[in-house]
């Protein structure tokens, strides 16, 4: 079974409008870390928000916030008030307590923000 | 702090040839990961290194994939007799140990191959 599932391939938004990307994923430990990183054109992948599985509240950095639901294992990312420069492929990914380094990766979201 | 570095950006190499790639970690990081990415995928996980130890390898690392950290800092990844699909994005990734879960790994720009 796939670790991550992302199953939005392309998304548009409306620069200065808010956009969820989806994200669902499989463990069976208690313990585990949900990432979303930030791929653009250069090819760097930049590291957004962190979500731990024992963390009680949502995290947010700036205009990126985690909508965690444990019961459903989401993760979706909210990204508030879009910029242009926001256009890039996004990646949800996961670290479980069995092997704390080893990531699993998403395949990814385009998400194109139109001016 | 400088980034995560890697040489060269880009790579082209007809089939059957070796190629080697380099990164270098953010200084003072003593994990260092390689992930392999190909079109339309995320990355997959290939090999990881505390200091100069190599302590996991990936299935998909077969026997034609090396990876070295002589000295506990820079790192290559070596591919023999590279096949069209070895063609991929190649990402090294560095962090500092302990942390846990939220340990987070810094991504380099990757090295792209392409295997003609």
């Known amino acids: 079974a796939q670790k991550i599932t992302q199953t939005q391939p392309g998304m548009f938004v409306q620069e200065k409008e808010a956009v969820t990307l989806d994200c669902t994923y499989d463990?069976?430990?208690?313990?585990?870390?949900l990432f979303w990183y930030k791929q653009p054109s250069s090819g760097e992948m930049i590291f957004l928000i962190y979500?731990?599985?024992?963390?009680?509240q949502n995290a947010t950095e700036g205009r990126y916030s985690l909508n965690f639901q444990k019961a459903r294992k989401s993760a979706n990312l909210v990204i508030s008030a879009s910029q242009l420069g926001d256009s890039a492929m996004y990646f949800c990914a996961m670290r479980e307590e069995g092997n704390f380094n080893k990531f699993y990766f998403g395949s990814g979201t385009k998400l194109n923000v139109k001016p | 702090d400088t980034g995560v570095s890697q040489d060269p950006r880009h790579k082209i190499t007809k089939r059957g040839q070796n190629v080697t790639f380099r990164c270098d970690p953010i200084s003072e990081h003593n994990r260092l990961y390689w992930y392999r990415q190909t079109l339309g995928q995320g990355p997959e996980f290939l090999t990881y290194f505390q200091n100069e130890a190599q302590l996991e390898k990936s299935r998909l690392l077969s026997d034609r994939f090396s990876a070295e950290r002589p000295k506990g800092s820079f790192s290559t990844l070596e591919i023999q007799r590279t096949e069209q699909g070895d063609s991929a994005m190649y990402l090294c990734a560095s962090s500092i140990p302990g942390q846990g879960a939220k340990n987070i790994q810094y991504f380099g720009a990757g090295t792209r191959l392409s295997v003609l």
């Open positions: 463990t069976s430990d208690q313990s585990y870390g």
């Open positions: 979500q731990g599985s024992y963390d009680e």
